[in-house]
């Protein structure tokens, strides 16, 4: 019964062209797509290693996509939690949803208050991608596009980016909310 069990497995491995010894792309180094196999891509996806071949998600789950430049916070996430999360649920009006321990008008407080947006990126990922349950539907708030929520995701896979320019323009502590909006 054995050997008949270990035959059918190992034609089983056969038909589905299995081999034992199969390559790891991951962390590769690449300059564009064509340098790494399906289902790998080339990304900026560690820190200080240039363009990687990475597996971003599993098979039928989305991760966010990958064209074009890394959204920031002050170019492109601060204007859609402004519109979609802000008003009266994740700002300093949380009275529709009583969430008092984080907001989302912000990206970092200033002297160790409540979490901003940085401190959530992975939960605003989760909620605004992943699950797609926030904004509720039945909130009178503008819902994020299908690009706007891939935009989301992005941002917050790649480390939630301030703005572009950090480092060479002073930012507040509130992501610039109070003069730009």
Do not use: N
Not at 40 to 61: I, K, Q
Not at 117 to 141: E, G, L, N, S, T
Not at 157 to 173: H, I, K, N, Q
Request: charged letters at 20%; glycine letters at 12%; a negative charge.
């Amino acid at each position: 019964m054995k050997r008949l069990l270990a035959s059918a497995s190992l034609s089983v491995c056969v038909a589905m062209a299995c081999t034992p010894d199969a390559i790891d792309f991951t962390g590769k180094t690449c300059e564009d797509a064509r340098d790494c196999p399906r289902p790998y891509v080339c990304v900026a996806a560690r820190p200080g290693e240039g363009r990687t071949c990475e597996v971003l998600g599993l098979p039928g789950v989305p991760d966010g996509g990958d064209a074009g430049p890394v959204p920031t916070w002050c170019e492109d996430i601060q204007a859609i939690m402004a519109a979609s999360c802000v008003s009266s649920c994740h700002g300093a009006d949380a009275s529709d949803s009583g969430v008092t321990s984080f907001r989302l008008d912000y990206y970092a407080p200033e002297d160790g208050g409540i979490p901003g947006a940085h401190a959530m990126a992975a939960r605003i990922q989760a909620r605004a991608y992943v699950f797609q349950d926030m904004p509720p539907p039945w909130r009178p708030v503008p819902m994020p596009t299908a690009q706007e929520r891939e935009r989301i995701a992005r941002w917050a896979r790649e480390g939630a980016p301030l703005c572009a320019d950090a480092g060479t323009e002073e930012v507040p502590g509130d992501g610039g909310v109070d003069g730009g909006l």
